[in-house]
């Protein structure tokens, strides 16, 4: 039986260059979709899959993120004095209990790798979750959920894919698949963005991780891969083939949220799925795609 998932690492020490201006002073992760931030979907997704402990691995100039998991005392009381209940109970909701989430700071962007690496001491020797809140999955069962079930089933790194079109392959990292059942690829490895006549597969992986913590031992070596940079990827292949290594199907819709074009259709998508929005959405959709 594999150990309990009780840790979740969120790195959120990147630039996000790609969505400058706004995010010259608001961090990428806080920029809402419909009513939230990215990131606040990406905690509640992980509190709806048991995890307790949140390890944001942050950079400076990004304090609003924790700003954000704290109590806010003057509004709750203010809120509280105007008798506005419905308010206060998102102001509190979006507060984590005091203790439950950490802050490492990552100096310099070395790379995903190094952002997990970041937070080994944080984490200690058990499986943890990594999510990247620039990927929003709009699902029944929260995704870090149904990742961390299927963990509990075969233990080692569990990754959450989805099949992508042949063309596509180079913008992802993508399974080398030993045997598939059709819900749990069973992986030799990951192929870092292939070209299409080259990837081993087309089942993508996207930022949901379930991760046996062997791999801080190959992230400790600090080597450097593409792009100079300290790849989870390389560190996850050399764990091999020591752990074992499953990409679940997941049952939901990704949204890319690191791009423009899918940042927009994020907020179009999370917007249909709010029964109080969709009815007013829609018609304005309709007469906009009309014109
Ligand atoms: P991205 O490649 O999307 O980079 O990182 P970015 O800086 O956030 O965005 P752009 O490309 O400049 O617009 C993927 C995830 O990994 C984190 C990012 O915060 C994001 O959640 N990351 C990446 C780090 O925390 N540290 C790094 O060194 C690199």
Redesign the pocket.
Known sequence: MAQRVRKAVL?????????LPATKIIP?EMIPVVDKPVVQYAIEEARAAGIEEFIF?SAEGKESIAAHFSGHAVLEKSLESKNKAAELKLVRDASLPPGAFKVVI?HN????G??VWCAKELVGREPFAVI???DMVLSKTSCMKQLIDAHAEVGGHVVAVENVAREHTSRYGILNVASDDGRLAKALGLVEKPQPDKAPSTLAII?RYVLDPSVFDELDKHTRGAGN?IQLTDALNNTMPRVAFHGLRFEGIRYDC?TRVGFVEANVAFALANPELAPRLRPLLERLMGR
Do not use: I, S, Y
């Open positions: 790195p959120v020490a990147g630039l996000g260059t790609r969505f990428k691995v990552q962007p070395l790379g995903l190094h952002a990247l809140p620039d930022g940079e690191g």
